[in-house]
């Protein structure tokens, strides 16, 4: 997939920021510090040296002073800090995100030091916070010290964690002189997404069921009700001998053609933007058996199908952020994917699917590999197909609802213009399994951009917006329903099935 | 990304530097109720400004806010001085500062508010912060460049 001009702007933009704070990280002044300084000196210049001015003398030498001092301080801390600072390698730890996980590193608190200050910060993986752990259940005040100490992360994407890169900050409380140094880990962290208030999914059950699905390709089932005229090799059993003693013709009683029906699901977990809810009801819909008794599943990063839990949540995680994404040990920020050059962290398959690259800031890249797992988990049989879907697809533009979804990145002339992405392989997929596909999206709550008068734009920033964006969601829906594609929106936060009027009052809300 | 521990120390000692520099600002051109008053306004200002730079309102729009709290304290100094009853009722003298007084309160506040804005929104705009309160002080005892160290006199008389 190629990436867009703004994408490419965005990334650029990103580069030089990193290199900046690159450089930022190892110049010990800060901004206000050379403002601060340069002041200073032009003061003594200008004021104090030519018009003798004693306040001027004493003011700036007083900040010169203090300039130093901090230097000095923040340089002797982050020294300190270099030769003792380390981080615990080979931690393994399972846990969901949006959950306080302890990484066993301990970060600097120091009371104790007069004018400076430590904060740290996690740069890799990308959107992890410094959270503060839930302790009320630990009773033992040594023990919740301990805990305390430690630091604990909240991680907003699922995905492998293999290290953990933080960017310590030591500074002065005026801000004038500034030091960051980096920590790395090596750790094992697997990330499912959290389930929230998702907890059964009945619906998928029935998806599973499908008892009015028949396929022709069924095995041979049923009473033997058909005739043919007979053919050499045909057992004589199977002869009908009264029609022979009718007619005098030759006729063999054959099985009816089985349109048996489907018991058997399989389900993929499609890779794209805000997929966290959809991977998180792929999760539940897996723990709770909603893919009945008899299952295969798949997932963007992990296109072979697999059939038993521990390796399907595995896939799941896989999906998501990976590991091997990682920054260069240079420090430079950038970012390395896999080996072949490609430019996939995950690349498999025949080369048809699309790859999805997260514009989000996660900065993982996986391939939506539909296709080759259909056919890999359809060679054993017919089966129902359940795919958990984003709900939005790549290359929304949401500027253009009225035109339906377009792929930001394709041309207008070309027939993929309004199909392309995953949408475009699901819709393909579709197209010769009738009836046969179900797809579940999973929202964090649904809301469209409120509608704001002229002053409130001008006075006011645009607020976020609390949930996915309902007409990507909406055009999506369209798209999918006229297809034949049954389509069910599953909300973690509720956990509430969205129907067409929770949508309906969702866009009247807005 | 960043661990959320909040200093409140440095947000204090930020007031009183804000109230410190309003007062040391009024100081050459008023009496001491509007040097009081200027060190109120701005040290409102300057909370004011802290709070609502988290607001989702525009920077241009809080800047302006500033900007007619100023004018709105000229407006009633200039619509005091010239309403008679106001000096009938006070008495000219007591008029007069109390109107100087809402003046300095207004203009002080106002400049405080957008600039604490300004430097919470945007870091670099803290070095107005530094630069303000410098200025503010030296051009207080301006008077005494050039070897003139017996002045201002209202400061070096009592020393002296």
Redesign the interface.
């Given at each position: 997939m190629r990436a867009t001009k703004r994408e490419l702007w965005a990334m650029r933009f990103a580069r030089v920021r990193r290199l900046t704070r690159r450089v930022r990280d190892v110049v010990p002044v800060t901004t206000l510090g050379v403002a601060v300084g340069l002041g200073a000196a032009l003061g003594l210049r200008y004021f104090a040296f030519a018009r003798l001015d004693l306040v001027w003398l004493v003011v700036a030498y007083a900040l010169l002073g203090l300039l130093a001092l901090t230097v000095l301080l923040v340089v002797v801390g982050s020294v300190w800090l270099k030769v003792r600072l380390r981080a615990p390698a080979g931690e393994a730890r399972k846990t969901q995100t949006d959950t306080p996980t302890m990484t066993a590193f301990q970060p600097p608190r120091w009371g104790f030091a007069p004018l400076v200050r430590v904060r740290h910060e996690v740069l890799v993986p990308e959107r992890v916070t410094v959270a503060s752990p839930d302790l009320s259940g630990v009773r033992d005040p040594e023990q919740r010290r301990a805990l305390e100490a430690l630091e604990w992360l909240r991680i907003a994407r699922r995905g492998e964690v293999r290290h953990i890169t933080r960017r310590v900050v030591v500074s002065d409380v005026f801000g004038f002189a500034e030091l960051a140094l980096r920590v790395e880990q090596q750790l094992t962290l697997d990330v499912l997404p959290h389930p929230g208030a998702l907890e059964r999914m009945p619906v998928l059950t029935s998806f599973a069921a499908g008892d009015e699905v028949a396929h022709p390709l069924g095995a041979a089932d049923g009473d033997r009700v058909e005739l043919r005229r007979y053919q050499p090799g045909d057992p004589a059993r199977l002869i009908h001998w009264k029609i022979y003693a009718r007619t005098g013709k030759l006729l063999v009683r054959q099985p009816e053609r089985s349109l048996t029906q489907t018991t058997r699901t399989v389900a993929y977990l499609l890779a794209g933007p805000r997929d966290e809810a959809t991977a998180a009801a792929a999760r539940v819909a897996l723990e709770q058996g909603a893919l009945g008794a008899d299952w295969l599943f798949g997932a963007a990063g992990t296109p072979t199908p697999t059939s038993d839990l521990p390796s399907a949540l595995a896939a799941i995680v896989r999906s998501g952020y990976s590991g091997d994404t990682h920054r260069s040990g240079d420090g430079s920020g950038d970012t390395h994917r896999s080996r072949d050059g490609s430019g996939d962290t995950h690349r498999s398959g025949d080369g048809s699917g699309d790859t999805h690259r997260d514009t989000d800031g996660s900065g993982d890249t996986h391939r939506n590999d539909l296709e080759s797992f259909l056919t890999q988990a359809e060679a054993q049989g017919p089966a129902q197909v359940v795919v958990f879907a984003p709900p939005v697809p790549s290359g929304w533009v949401s500027s253009r609802p009225a035109h339906g979804w377009v792929s930001s990145e394709t041309p207008s002339d070309s027939p993929l213009s309004s199909e392309s992405g995953w949408v475009s392989s699901l819709l393909r997929a579709a197209e010769g399994r009738g009836g046969r596909i179900h797809v579940v999206i999973g929202v964090d709550g649904v809301a469209a951009p409120a509608r704001r008068g002229v002053a409130s734009r001008l006075l006011r920033a645009a607020p976020p917006v609390q949930g996915d964006d309902l007409s990507a969601l909406t055009v999506l829906l369209q798209t999918l329903a006229a297809a034949g594609i049954d389509t069910l929106v599953v909300d973690r936060r509720t956990g509430q099935m969205l129907g067409e009027a929770h949508l309906q009052a969702a866009q009247e809300a807005a | 990304?960043?661990?959320?521990?909040r200093?409140h120390l440095?947000t204090m000692l930020r007031v009183c530097a804000y109230f410190v520099t309003g007062a040391v600002l009024a100081l050459p051109l008023s009496r001491a109720p509007a040097v009081v008053a200027a060190a109120l306004g701005a040290a409102l200002g300057a909370v004011l400004g802290g709070r609502l730079a988290r607001s989702?309102?525009?920077t241009i729009?809080l800047l302006g806010a500033g900007l007619l709290m100023g004018v709105l304290a000229g407006a009633v100094h200039t619509l005091l001085l010239s309403a008679t009853s106001w000096s009938a009722w006070l008495g000219p003298a007591r008029a007069y500062r109390t109107a100087d007084a809402l003046l300095a309160m207004g203009v002080l506040g106002g400049g405080a508010f957008a600039l604490r804005v300004l430097t919470s929104r945007r870091?670099?705009f803290?070095?107005l912060e530094?630069?303000v309160p410098?200025f503010a002080?030296?051009q207080?005892?301006?008077a005494?460049?050039?070897?003139a160290?017996n002045r201002p006199f209202e400061i070096a008389d009592p020393i002296l």
């Amino acid at each position: 997939m190629r990436a867009t001009k703004r994408e490419l702007w965005a990334m650029r933009f990103a580069r030089v920021r990193r290199l900046t704070r690159r450089v930022r990280d190892v110049v010990p002044v800060t901004t206000l510090g050379v403002a601060v300084g340069l002041g200073a000196a032009l003061g003594l210049r200008y004021f104090a040296f030519a018009r003798l001015d004693l306040v001027w003398l004493v003011v700036a030498y007083a900040l010169l002073g203090l300039l130093a001092l901090t230097v000095l301080l923040v340089v002797v801390g982050s020294v300190w800090l270099k030769v003792r600072l380390r981080a615990p390698a080979g931690e393994a730890r399972k846990t969901q995100t949006d959950t306080p996980t302890m990484t066993a590193f301990q970060p600097p608190r120091w009371g104790f030091a007069p004018l400076v200050r430590v904060r740290h910060e996690v740069l890799v993986p990308e959107r992890v916070t410094v959270a503060s752990p839930d302790l009320s259940g630990v009773r033992d005040p040594e023990q919740r010290r301990a805990l305390e100490a430690l630091e604990w992360l909240r991680i907003a994407r699922r995905g492998e964690v293999r290290h953990i890169t933080r960017r310590v900050v030591v500074s002065d409380v005026f801000g004038f002189a500034e030091l960051a140094l980096r920590v790395e880990q090596q750790l094992t962290l697997d990330v499912l997404p959290h389930p929230g208030a998702l907890e059964r999914m009945p619906v998928l059950t029935s998806f599973a069921a499908g008892d009015e699905v028949a396929h022709p390709l069924g095995a041979a089932d049923g009473d033997r009700v058909e005739l043919r005229r007979y053919q050499p090799g045909d057992p004589a059993r199977l002869i009908h001998w009264k029609i022979y003693a009718r007619t005098g013709k030759l006729l063999v009683r054959q099985p009816e053609r089985s349109l048996t029906q489907t018991t058997r699901t399989v389900a993929y977990l499609l890779a794209g933007p805000r997929d966290e809810a959809t991977a998180a009801a792929a999760r539940v819909a897996l723990e709770q058996g909603a893919l009945g008794a008899d299952w295969l599943f798949g997932a963007a990063g992990t296109p072979t199908p697999t059939s038993d839990l521990p390796s399907a949540l595995a896939a799941i995680v896989r999906s998501g952020y990976s590991g091997d994404t990682h920054r260069s040990g240079d420090g430079s920020g950038d970012t390395h994917r896999s080996r072949d050059g490609s430019g996939d962290t995950h690349r498999s398959g025949d080369g048809s699917g699309d790859t999805h690259r997260d514009t989000d800031g996660s900065g993982d890249t996986h391939r939506n590999d539909l296709e080759s797992f259909l056919t890999q988990a359809e060679a054993q049989g017919p089966a129902q197909v359940v795919v958990f879907a984003p709900p939005v697809p790549s290359g929304w533009v949401s500027s253009r609802p009225a035109h339906g979804w377009v792929s930001s990145e394709t041309p207008s002339d070309s027939p993929l213009s309004s199909e392309s992405g995953w949408v475009s392989s699901l819709l393909r997929a579709a197209e010769g399994r009738g009836g046969r596909i179900h797809v579940v999206i999973g929202v964090d709550g649904v809301a469209a951009p409120a509608r704001r008068g002229v002053a409130s734009r001008l006075l006011r920033a645009a607020p976020p917006v609390q949930g996915d964006d309902l007409s990507a969601l909406t055009v999506l829906l369209q798209t999918l329903a006229a297809a034949g594609i049954d389509t069910l929106v599953v909300d973690r936060r509720t956990g509430q099935m969205l129907g067409e009027a929770h949508l309906q009052a969702a866009q009247e809300a807005a | 990304m960043t661990n959320p521990s909040r200093l409140h120390l440095p947000t204090m000692l930020r007031v009183c530097a804000y109230f410190v520099t309003g007062a040391v600002l009024a100081l050459p051109l008023s009496r001491a109720p509007a040097v009081v008053a200027a060190a109120l306004g701005a040290a409102l200002g300057a909370v004011l400004g802290g709070r609502l730079a988290r607001s989702p309102y525009r920077t241009i729009a809080l800047l302006g806010a500033g900007l007619l709290m100023g004018v709105l304290a000229g407006a009633v100094h200039t619509l005091l001085l010239s309403a008679t009853s106001w000096s009938a009722w006070l008495g000219p003298a007591r008029a007069y500062r109390t109107a100087d007084a809402l003046l300095a309160m207004g203009v002080l506040g106002g400049g405080a508010f957008a600039l604490r804005v300004l430097t919470s929104r945007r870091a670099w705009f803290a070095v107005l912060e530094v630069l303000v309160p410098v200025f503010a002080f030296t051009q207080l005892v301006v008077a005494h460049r050039d070897g003139a160290i017996n002045r201002p006199f209202e400061i070096a008389d009592p020393i002296l």
